[in-house]
């Protein structure tokens, strides 16, 4: 018959009066088990860290896009108005000197939107870190990789 203890530690239960191979692997898949559970709640908080750095990153783009906006049309009723006349006097033709400075206008606009687009693309959701140490995960349970995360080279 087998004595039933607890482990004073994890409080599992253990037996006595088995083999001392028996208690090993026993103890052994505990540990493997506690040590998994850990590395899961790290990915995850890892990636929940990451998803939250890519979201300040977008609302930063999305600051300087709405920025990109407004100075537009901020441009496109002041600028546009004095220039056309004056470029328009010196041309002797305000219809065109009118056409040449919304164009100008509009060129600024369209840098300054693509400036914030740029920010804003599919490698800035992607939680690179995270995807790397799950990669090296199996390696480094077999004792085949020195990193110990994800990676800097990106």
């Known amino acids: 018959m087998t004595d039933r203890r607890h482990d004073p530690?994890?409080?599992?239960?253990?037996r006595t009066g088995t083999s001392?191979?028996?208690e090993n692997v026993v103890d052994l898949v505990g540990r493997l088990t506690q040590q998994g559970a850990h590395l899961a709640r790290e990915q995850v908080s890892l990636m929940q860290a990451?998803?939250?750095?890519?979201?300040q990153e977008i609302k930063l783009a999305v600051g300087a896009m709405a920025g990109a906006v407004v100075f537009g049309v901020a441009g496109l009723g002041v600028l546009l108005m004095?220039?056309?006349y004056?470029?328009?006097?010196?041309?002797?033709?305000?219809?065109?000197?009118?056409?040449i400075v919304g164009s100008v206008t509009l060129v600024i606009a369209g840098i300054l939107y693509?400036?914030?687009?740029?920010?804003?693309?599919?490698?800035t959701l992607k939680p690179n870190r995270t995807i790397d140490t799950i990669t090296d995960t199996p390696a480094?349970?077999?004792?085949g990789t020195h990193?110990?995360?994800?990676?800097?080279?990106h």
């Open 86 to 99: 004056l470029v328009g006097a010196a041309l002797e033709n305000l219809a065109l000197g009118t056409i």
């Open 50 to 55: 990451e998803v939250r750095e890519a979201t």
């Open 82 to 84: 004095g220039f056309a």
């Open 147 to 153: 990193t110990t995360g994800g990676r800097h080279d």
């Open 20 to 22: 001392a191979d028996d």
């Open 140 to 143: 480094a349970v077999a004792g």
């Open 114 to 123: 693509a400036s914030g687009k740029s920010k804003v693309d599919k490698d």
């Open 9 to 14: 530690v994890t409080g599992a239960p253990q």
